[in-house]
């Protein structure tokens, strides 16, 4: 298993441009998650989905859109960028039936907006 | 709104000696979570703690939880290079959802 990745590593986006971040699980996880991650920060949960077709937001949903068409994908699409979207992005999936289930992390995309 | 609170925030200690993570949260949870990131990596899942009392140990890190006091504790005893790292602790703020709340982290450096 490959586990959570996502693409691409690194980006470097100009001011009002757009881009998807990519993230892909093999595990058959249900649930899938996007976090940022500011220098120095902990990580805050922008958009999270229970299933194919189910997405809601968590706590800085503000200029971004995620769509689960499929268990595996979960994009997350930045529109209109901004500087205040420099960030580390993280992808996750759990599979959330058991009590003790936790979540893993995807290798992030550093994502730079000038 | 749930706050987590996590301190020390920045922790620099040598080999062999004992120390204590802290992770307070302001509202009722019944899990939370400990994570470990190395410099420039990803996270990786260190406890899952699910009720009052519960208490968790692997190798040298114990975790612990009294939600009666909204306060869980990593506790790390004869501390060892290869665990500098940042700690995070997370609590689930949905009941089941895995809707984490991160608190800040701890940077940890341990000096040989």
């Known amino acids: 298993n490959a586990g959570v990745t996502q693409t691409p590593k690194f980006r470097i986006l100009k001011i009002g441009q757009s881009m998807t971040l990519q993230c892909t699980q093999d595990?058959?996880?249900?649930?899938m998650y996007w976090y940022r991650q500011d220098p120095g920060m902990g990580l805050k949960l922008i958009y999270y989905s229970v299933g194919a077709g189910i997405t809601d937001k968590g706590e800085v949903p503000n200029g971004y859109n995620v769509s689960r068409s499929t268990t595996e994908d979960f994009p997350l699409r930045l529109e209109l960028a901004a500087p205040s979207q420099t960030s580390v992005y993280f992808c996750?999936?759990?599979?959330?039936?058991?009590?003790?289930?936790?979540?893993?992390f995807g290798p992030g995309t550093r994502l730079t907006v000038l | 709104e749930l706050k987590v609170e996590q301190n020390p925030l920045f922790l620099s200690m040598q080999e062999g000696k004992n120390y204590t993570i802290y992770c307070n949260y302001s509202?009722?949870?019944?899990?939370l979570y400990w994570y470990r990131q190395d410099p420039g990596k990803s996270l990786e899942s260190l406890f899952v703690?699910?009720?009052?009392?519960a208490v968790k140990q692997e190798g040298r890190l114990m975790a612990s939880l009294d939600t009666k006091a909204r306060l869980s504790t990593l506790h790390i005893t004869a501390a060892v290079h290869d665990l500098s790292a940042t700690y995070f602790c997370a609590v689930d703020e949905s009941g089941g959802a895995q809707k984490l709340v991160f608190g800040q982290g701890t940077r940890l450096t341990i000096n040989p």
């Open positions: 996750a999936s759990s599979l959330v039936v058991g009590p003790t289930d936790t979540q893993y």
């Open positions: 595990m058959n996880h249900n649930y």
């Open positions: 509202t009722t949870s019944d899990r």
């Open positions: 703690l699910l009720s009052n009392g």
